[in-house]
């Protein structure tokens, strides 16, 4: 193995509601990464989607803000080059070793910068372009893992199309399926973003007009009265499961994005107090969900464990989970004993094996 330093271009910002958290996220693990093994080269994606980037990172950045990138033509054209598939050879050659995503939401956690980089036969960290897109969307998610016989929450899917055609229907096929409380979300989301609880129809209406602010499609989801965990994962072939986490929310009704990212809204236990009955079948079930819906890299999984049963119910998989030193994906791992750096690293060595896998298929039929 050469001893020269390996480049990873770090992804953040994004054209998504969660442009925010993308920042925190690349702020956190930026200061993380050890600069003796890795070049870092910071690539901002405006919210207009244009991307920015900046020069190789050295030493500590003192604070968010800095990661704002401003238009530089020169370094523009640079990454301009090896984004491009025909891209002149000693250009190309100048590309980073490894690009890590850490873009939150639509445009970035749903396969399409995936799509890109697999295009450009360029290495990068997380899932690829079919677990990233049906994981993105939940309506797609539940229907593959309800497949796979992973039990989940009743749910309905409602596009805008069939809402405003017809926007009674919708609200009694939820009545008759699903009932109250329920919950409405925008398919293709995450942090919570225009997630509402529901106990009526006049809520309900209100709820999926607004859920369709943030997407074209909305899935409703039966409550689930219960304790909330989550679960991380990391791995390509042999999974790693972390120890589990509980939530416990505060003057919340369920966890929003205020208790997600406002200090005191929200406990998190690490680890979960669970009999060992119920973590084994949480460690399987997440294992299950990994492997079912072709995800590779890292993920979070968000289960209930039913208060009637005690039976774990998967809810949501996330495959770019919050990163933060202090979310709940890190955390878990921490308490696990991979801490922070380590983990990044962790993650850094399976995206470049997947990479390599990759390299060994052939595109040409044999003579």
């Known amino acids: 193995m050469k001893n020269e330093k390996t480049t990873v271009a770090v992804l953040y910002g994004g054209k998504s509601t969660e442009h925010e958290i993308s920042l925190l996220t690349a702020f956190s693990v930026i200061n993380a990464m050890d600069q003796k093994k890795y070049r870092v080269l910071p690539v901002y994606i405006k919210r207009d989607g244009r991307w920015i980037v900046g020069e190789e990172i050295k030493g500590e950045i003192a604070y968010k803000n800095q990661l704002l990138l401003k238009d530089n033509d020169a370094a523009e054209s640079t990454v301009e080059h090896w984004l491009a598939p025909s891209a002149p050879t000693g250009v190309a050659a100048g590309r980073p070793d490894i690009v890590f995503p850490l873009l939150h939401g639509p445009n970035g956690e749903d396969g399409t910068v995936q799509g890109m980089f697999e295009l450009l036969n360029m290495a990068y960290i997380g899932s690829g372009v079919s677990g990233s897109s049906v994981t993105m969307d939940k309506v797609m998610m ?14 309905v899917s409602v ?27 925008p398919a293709n989301g995450g942090s919570s973003v225009g997630i509402s609880k529901c106990v009526s129809e006049t809520e309900l209406s209100a709820a999926i007009t607004e859920a369709f602010l943030y997407d074209a499609k909305v899935i409703v989801e039966e409550g689930i009265t219960g304790r909330e965990v989550e679960i991380g994962i990391i791995g390509n072939h042999d999974l790693l499961v972390s120890v589990p986490g509980e939530i416990i929310t505060k003057n919340a009704a369920f966890y ?7 200090e005191g809204n929200s406990t998190l236990v690490i680890p979960a107090d669970l009999p060992d009955k119920v ?3 949480l460690e399987e079930m997440a294992k299950r969900a990994f492997a079912a819906l072709n995800l590779s890299g890292l993920a979070r ?5 039913r208060e009637k049963d005690q039976r774990v119910i998967v809810n949501e998989v996330n495959t770019m989970p919050g990163f933060t030193q202090f979310s ?4 878990l791992w921490q308490h696990t004993g991979l801490p922070y750096h380590q983990l990044i690293e962790k993650l850094v060595d399976l995206g470049l094996e997947k990479y390599q896998e ?5 595109y040409q039929i044999e003579k």
Request: proline share 8%; charged share 25%; net charge positive.
């Open 358 to 362: 990759k390299q060994q298929i052939h």
């Open 256 to 262: 929003d994005y205020h208790s997600k990212y406002h």
């Open 301 to 305: 999984v968000d289960a209930f464990i």
């Open 279 to 281: 973590k084994a079948e």
């Open 328 to 331: 709940m994906f890190p955390l």
């Open 159 to 185: 596009t805008r199309f069939d809402w405003e055609n017809d926007a009674p229907k919708m609200i009694l096929k939820v009545k008759n399926s699903i009932g109250y409380p329920c919950f409405t979300k």
């Open 142 to 155: 539940k229907d593959v893992l309800s497949a796979h016989d992973i039990p989940g929450p009743n749910y």
